[in-house]
């Protein structure tokens, strides 16, 4: 059985901090993806990054930041100068080699970045 | 954009009632899928379809099903509405192809059975 944990369940931050969402997951299989979502207060997930088993490199994206690192089987999200906007709920997910029927989702981060 | 619709955001059904969930993409996706999302559980995959007329159950089908008669529209169906299926309900979509594609959500549907 595949898991996903993200064990911080609420964050708060000052605008312009940076913040660390973290993801840990189990899996026995050998291929897999990553994902995260943001789910504003509007209600739908928000693809922001895939990343595939074999491609172990960090990827930025302005103010995001990713670090993936299969030996302990991580995958955190970091916001650089948060921003009021990011508040929302972040998921991280897991999709097995068994296809998108395998995906699970972790319970999810809410951030709240206060002005 | 890819837009995935789910005909109602907020719903309020008694107890017994059958009740029908709705959502439509218009990215001529194969794959369609609902999920349950409830604090502290995450997101749970309850159906899912690869095609029109398929569906596959996920992790917790017990009280639901479901019809795609077309490709674009995908319908949530709980035969006999229960207090504990008070929730949101979130759809989404994704290409059939098996490249770890990104899914695309609807905005919600927040059920709540009285």
């Given at each position: 059985?595949?898991?996903?944990?993200?064990?911080?369940?609420?964050?708060?931050?000052?605008?312009?901090?940076?913040?660390?969402?973290?993801?840990?997951?189990?899996?026995?299989?050998?291929?897999?993806?990553?994902?995260?979502?943001?789910?504003?207060?509007?209600?739908?997930?928000?693809?922001?990054?895939?990343?595939?088993?074999?491609?172990?490199?960090?990827?930025?994206?302005?103010?995001?930041?990713?670090?993936?690192?299969?030996?302990?089987?991580?995958?955190?999200?970091?916001?650089?100068?948060?921003?009021?906007?990011?508040?929302?709920?972040?998921?991280?997910?897991?999709?097995?080699?068994?296809?998108?029927?395998?995906?699970?989702?972790?319970?999810?981060?809410?951030?709240?970045?206060?002005? | 954009?890819?837009?995935?619709?789910?005909?109602?955001?907020?719903?309020?059904?008694?107890?017994?009632?059958?009740?029908?969930?709705?959502?439509?993409?218009?990215?001529?996706?194969?794959?369609?899928?609902?999920?349950?999302?409830?604090?502290?559980?995450?997101?749970?995959?309850?159906?899912?379809?690869?095609?029109?007329?398929?569906?596959?159950?996920?992790?917790?089908?017990?009280?639901?099903?479901?019809?795609?008669?077309?490709?674009?529209?995908?319908s949530l169906i709980l035969e006999s509405a229960s207090t504990n299926q008070t929730s949101?309900?979130?759809?989404?979509?994704?290409?059939?192809?098996?490249?770890?594609?990104?899914?695309?959500?609807?905005?919600?549907?927040?059920?709540?059975?009285?």
């Open positions: 059985a595949q898991k996903v944990t993200q064990a911080q369940t609420e964050i708060s931050v000052v605008e312009k901090e940076d913040v660390t969402l973290d993801c840990v997951y189990e899996t026995r299989d050998t291929t897999y993806y990553l994902f995260w979502y943001k789910q504003p207060p509007s209600g739908e997930l928000v693809f922001l990054i895939r990343r595939n088993s074999f491609d172990e490199q960090n990827e930025i994206s302005g103010r995001y930041s990713w670090n993936f690192q299969k030996s302990t089987s991580s995958f955190n999200f970091t916001i650089t100068a948060s921003q009021v906007v990011d508040s929302a709920v972040y998921f991280c997910a897991l999709e097995g080699s068994g296809g998108y029927q395998k995906v699970t989702f972790g319970t999810g981060t809410k951030l709240q970045v206060i002005p | 954009d890819v837009k995935v619709t789910q005909s109602s955001r907020y719903l309020v059904k008694r107890t017994g009632e059958k009740v029908f969930l709705e959502c439509v993409q218009d990215m001529d996706h194969e794959n369609m899928f609902w999920y349950r999302q409830d604090p502290g559980l995450g997101l749970r995959l309850i159906y899912f379809s690869y095609d029109v007329k398929m569906k596959e159950k996920g992790d917790i089908p017990e009280g639901y099903s479901v019809s795609r008669e077309k490709k674009e529209r995908f949101m309900y979130l759809c989404a979509s994704s290409l059939g192809q098996r490249t770890g594609p990104e899914a695309f959500f609807g905005q919600g549907t927040r059920l709540t059975v009285v």
